[in-house]
């Protein structure tokens, strides 16, 4: 009996909700949420800057490596070109000696 009135009299000692010091207490607490808030917020958008600074970095890395890449493929293309056209023009030089030897020929006979 003497623990149940012991918690009574702890419970009516107990500061009420309208209370100066609790009122105060609240408002701290509300102060320190507000301002955890604040900060996860802050983190938040730090972050979405961040992701988006990298999709920006990313993006302008494959555009180099895309162009590095094209520039690499026309460069072969071009050497491809070169390497054909100079192997039509030796097979021509080539059938003209030949023709030049047949004609030689012919003319001795």
């Known amino acids: 009996m003497e623990a149940k009135q012991r918690l009574l009299a702890k419970m009516k000692a107990a500061p009420k909700a309208d ?4 009122i105060a207490k ?11 808030e604040e900060r996860r917020a802050e983190r938040e958008r ?3 800057e ?5 999709a920006a970095q990313e993006a302008a890395d494959a555009q180099a490596a895309y162009e590095a890449e094209n520039a690499e493929r026309l460069a072969r293309e071009e050497e ?12 021509a030089a080539m059938k003209e000696k030949r023709d030049k030897r047949y004609a030689a020929r012919k003319a001795r006979r």
């Open 19 to 22: 209370d100066p010091e609790m």
């Open 26 to 36: 609240r408002a701290e607490r509300e102060a320190i949420a507000k301002a955890r």
């Open 46 to 48: 730090v972050k979405r």
């Open 50 to 54: 961040e992701q988006a600074a990298r």
């Open 80 to 91: 491809d070109r070169l390497r054909a056209e100079r192997a039509v023009a030796d097979m």
